[in-house]
């Protein structure tokens, strides 16, 4: 019996970004879907059901951290938040740290590094949850 594909959403505003993204974390096993808009994440959230949504800090209208505040109230539970952005990894850890955000990844973080980081906060979160159980 084959394990169940890790199902992400990338949420960035560069086009590019979101090929590359997509298409690393393809080639990696998981079930990859994007959205190039910080407008209607919590909705395609709570449609999809990810199990990580990697989440650019600096996109237009609402930033990462104010659209992982709005999209976790509608998220199912076990859903982790990546912040993920390009901006100084000092930065980055203290937004993730002050948003509640499950982890952070700079965007220089690519292919097996970036599949290995993710597997990791789903297992993190999965250990987290199972733990939890009464």
Do not use: C, W
């Not at 993204?21 to 909705?43: I, M, P, Q």
């Not at 955000?101 to 965007?107: F, V």
């Amino acid at each position: 019996m084959s394990e169940m594909k890790i199902r992400v959403l990338v949420v960035d505003d560069d086009q590019e970004q979101l090929t590359l993204a997509e298409r690393s974390l393809s080639a990696y096993g998981f079930d990859v879907r994007t959205h190039r808009s910080s407008l209607g994440v919590s909705n395609l959230v709570r449609t999809t059901m990810p199990d990580l949504v990697l989440l650019d800090v600096n996109i237009p209208a609402l930033t990462g951290d104010k659209v992982l505040t709005l999209a976790r109230g509608q998220a199912p539970a076990g859903t982790r938040f990546v912040l993920f952005s390009a901006s100084d990894e000092s930065q980055l850890r203290k937004l993730a740290l002050e948003s509640g955000a499950d982890g952070y990844i700079t965007k220089s973080t690519q292919g097996e590094e970036l599949a290995r980081r993710l597997h990791a906060i789903h297992a993190k979160g999965r250990g987290q949850a199972a733990s939890s159980a009464p």
